[in-house]
């Protein structure tokens, strides 16, 4: 009897330890959700599927051997232990455990790009499209690329040229030499096709930013051209003069100087460190509160940059004090946060820069002209109707040729920083090998062709083989055979 009810005390001991052992495991799991072990040993999944980091544009980021093969064991010593400890957590913090998880989910969209693209060809194929071998080689896709921007920049100018429509130009700097972007400019309007005559009778308006290079009186890009085309008239970017504006007031100021700074010590917190930016957004799901991305404040973007900024530390505030009140190391940042000064300042520079950002996005819209932009001859164009209505049997003089060139006179040079943006997409760090042409044909495409389905390609398949020595292509794939054992699959 006393046996037995020893024999069960054990059963229930070890039991309890099963289930205990059981337990830690699960709650080890569910803290490390990456580990995976094999044979007692530790690894990570992710990191033995990836194997390589390959090309990145990061410099000093590999995968350890080590835990991409399973060979992490536990050691018998306490210090080696807490070493292999610190060896975990530094694992999960480090920049190699999250460019493995980047890579797994950019290889499922490459392979999924890769199977849309053969599975694209061979539906083709089945319904009887001849793929052909030739111009299929990235030389002959430059050489098209190239054809069509050509012939789209040809049938622009030749209809600006034969209409005499107006042209104005915009043009944001690249160099501080005067003489060089005078001449780079005028370069550019003769290969295009502007005859010097034409641009004497039709060339308007020059517009550009504040730099003194640009609009200086002595010496100026501005004051160089107008002495060569007397009717030039030169303006001054709307949004240049905004934002030198604030920058002036910013300057005056020195408590806005230190909420600067305070921004700009926020922003690098959360932009320098994916650590920070992952517990604000814990922190963001337990308060019930939406973050956004913090970016930097009256720096050399625009107001409406600035405004976002302001907005998403006024929408995010509950998530970033609670964040900083967690953290012992940030202490000195909650205190400051929470003070009135800072809440005083940031309600005023979200007032402030909502109706500076409201300016700068009309200032900035494409259909913005100096018309619009200050209502010209208001009281005189309701005279003028007046005076019509009265009398029709007379009208004025020469209104509609001075309406289309004040319509064509921009106000901002806001199309320029959007053409930019649009060659930071084209020129990535995966294509910097492209030439300067070649971004200025891609970009040409871009921004004047027409959509996909308003497309009519005959027009530039026609010219492309017109022009095109298709018959000397020697980069061209290899022509897939008939297979000589058709007749005996046939049986099978």
Not at 406 to 424: D, G
Request: net charge positive; charged share 25%.
């Amino acid at each position: 009897m006393l046996f037995c009810t020893v024999v069960k005390i054990l059963v229930s001991f070890f039991r309890c330890e099963l289930l205990l052992a059981r337990s830690v495991a699960r709650e080890f799991k569910n803290r490390h959700p990456w580990l995976e072990w094999r044979e007692r040993k530790l690894g990570y999944t992710v990191c033995s599927t990836i194997k390589s980091t390959g090309v990145l544009p990061e410099k000093r980021v590999s995968i350890s051997e080590e835990w991409l093969s399973f060979k992490i064991q536990s050691s018998g010593s306490i210090e080696n232990r807490e070493a292999a400890l610190s060896s975990l957590r530094w694992h999960e913090m480090s920049r190699a455990h999250e460019v493995a998880q980047e890579l797994k989910l950019k290889y499922g969209q490459d392979l999924l790009g890769h199977m849309a693209r053969s599975l694209s060809d061979t539906v083709l194929k089945k319904n009887g499209v001849h793929m052909g071998t030739s111009l299929h080689s990235r030389y002959s896709s430059t050489k098209i690329v190239e054809h069509i921007a050509k012939e789209l920049q040809t049938r622009i100018v030749n209809s600006i040229v034969s209409s005499s429509s107006k042209l104005s130009v915009l043009i944001d700097e690249a160099t501080s030499a005067t003489k060089l972007v005078e001449k780079a400019l005028l370069n550019c309007l003769e290969t295009a096709g502007f005859s010097d005559e034409w641009i004497k009778k039709n060339w308007i308006a020059f517009v550009s930013d504040g730099a003194s290079f640009m609009i200086g009186r002595k010496s100026g890009v501005a004051t160089r051209l107008t002495a060569k085309y007397p009717n030039l008239f030169t303006w001054h970017c709307m949004n240049h003069r905004l934002e030198l504006a604030v920058a002036d007031t910013v300057d005056e100021v020195a408590s806005v100087n230190h909420f600067k700074t305070f921004m700009e010590k926020i922003y690098n917190l959360y932009s320098q460190s994916s650590k920070n930016s992952r517990e604000l957004l814990e922190v963001a799901q337990e308060v019930v509160s939406h973050v956004q991305q913090i970016g930097r404040v009256l720096n050399t973007r625009w107001v409406a940059s600035s405004f976002r900024t302001i907005k998403a530390v006024w929408r995010s505030y509950g998530a970033l004090n609670k964040h900083f009140e967690n953290r012992q190391t940030y202490r000195g940042i909650a205190r400051h946060l929470q003070s009135k000064e800072f809440l005083s300042y940031l309600g005023l520079m979200y007032d402030a820069l909502s109706e500076l950002s409201s300016l700068s996005q009309q200032l900035q819209a494409q259909s913005v002209t100096l018309l619009k932009r200050f209502n010209i001859c208001e009281n005189q164009a309701v005279n003028g109707m007046r005076d019509l209505v009265e009398d029709q049997s007379r009208e004025p003089e020469n209104l509609k040729p001075l309406i289309t060139c004040m319509q064509t006179i921009p106000c901002s040079t806001a199309e320029c920083e959007r053409w930019f943006s649009l060659m930071n997409n084209i020129c990535t760090d995966k294509r910097s090998s492209l030439l300067l042409s070649n971004i200025s044909e891609l970009m040409m495409i871009s921004i004047n062709g027409p959509p996909v389905n308003l497309l009519e390609p005959r027009k530039y398949v026609t010219t492309w083989l017109r022009n095109h020595r298709s018959a000397t292509e020697t980069r061209s794939q290899v022509k897939n055979k008939e297979p000589q054992n058709k007749q005996l699959w046939n049986i099978l």
